[in-house]
């Protein structure tokens, strides 16, 4: 994977505003270009690639990317279901929740369905405790999950995808 042309523009804007020699404080939003760049995900060509435009050792972008839950260490669907598991979400029902969501899509944690549209993982809170159980799927949050809004929101995303 490499960046094209306007990206690498981005990279340099985002380490511009950094001071000299400080390259290294840019690298969790150009881990996020760099998942984006390629398809959701990063591996480790994609990592090694990010430390070679920052300067830094291979090693510090690994530990990173696989600290922050964010990051996708290994190919996911178009539809990523983070699913919270911390304590609020879990006496809400998410476990209940992600049994739901293996037994609907057919996958387990960290698999992608067959058509490559869906995939789910655990993370840690996400902010919106009083919401319980929830997911985020890209940008916005489910709240308040049920089976039933797992089911209108897949069915959602199927049609999204034309399906």
């Not at 400080?22 to 591996?43: C, E, I």
């Not at 049920?146 to 897949?154: G, Q, R």
Request: hydrophobic share 40%.
């Amino acid at each position: 994977m490499k960046f094209n042309e306007t990206e690498l523009k981005e990279v340099e804007r985002l380490v511009s505003r950094y001071p000299a020699g400080r390259q290294k404080s840019a690298l969790l939003p150009v881990l996020h270009l760099a998942q984006v760049a390629n398809g959701n995900w990063l591996d480790t060509e994609t990592m090694d690639y990010v430390a070679s435009l920052l300067s830094i050792t291979n090693i510090e972008v690994y530990e990173v990317a696989s600290f922050y839950s964010m990051f996708n260490l290994k190919p996911v669907g178009k539809y990523l279901f983070e699913v919270c598991q911390t304590g609020p979400c879990n006496i809400q029902g998410a476990k209940d929740i992600i049994a739901y969501i293996e037994k609907k899509l057919g996958v387990k944690e960290g698999e992608v369905t067959a058509d490559g549209l869906f995939s789910f993982k655990r993370v840690e809170c996400l902010g919106a405790c009083g919401y319980a159980p929830m997911l985020q799927l890209g940008e916005h949050f489910k709240e308040h999950l049920t089976p039933e809004k797992i089911d209108a929101i897949v069915d959602e995303h199927r049609k999204k995808a034309g399906l």
